[in-house]
């Protein structure tokens, strides 16, 4: 395993270019966040923005971005409604083997 999978985590707000990265980081290392409560974030259009982004990605893969990885990292427990998922369409186009087929 390559130093930036074990040690480098990366997040990103609304950035379709770094769904395509996430072989480079790992499928733990990527994380998604909002950026609140700075004035650039985008809460409170949060849920939409996710629902934009990521719609072409697994349920599992969308969990693991928006909550799981964090969660992994700090070494949190979940709640069991934060394992429900929502939907897959297409949005933003990625080559990553997360995408939903």
Known sequence: MAMSQRQIYATFQEDC???????????????????????????????????????????EMRRALTHGNAAALYGLALAASASRGSGNNTACPTSSPTQAG
């Open 17 to 59: 270019v770094a769904l395509s990265l996430t072989p480079f980081f790992g499928d733990g290392h990527l994380l998604w966040a909002s950026d609140y409560p700075h004035p650039d974030s985008v809460w409170p259009n949060s849920r939409d923005t996710i629902e934009r982004q990521m719609r072409s990605l697994t349920p």
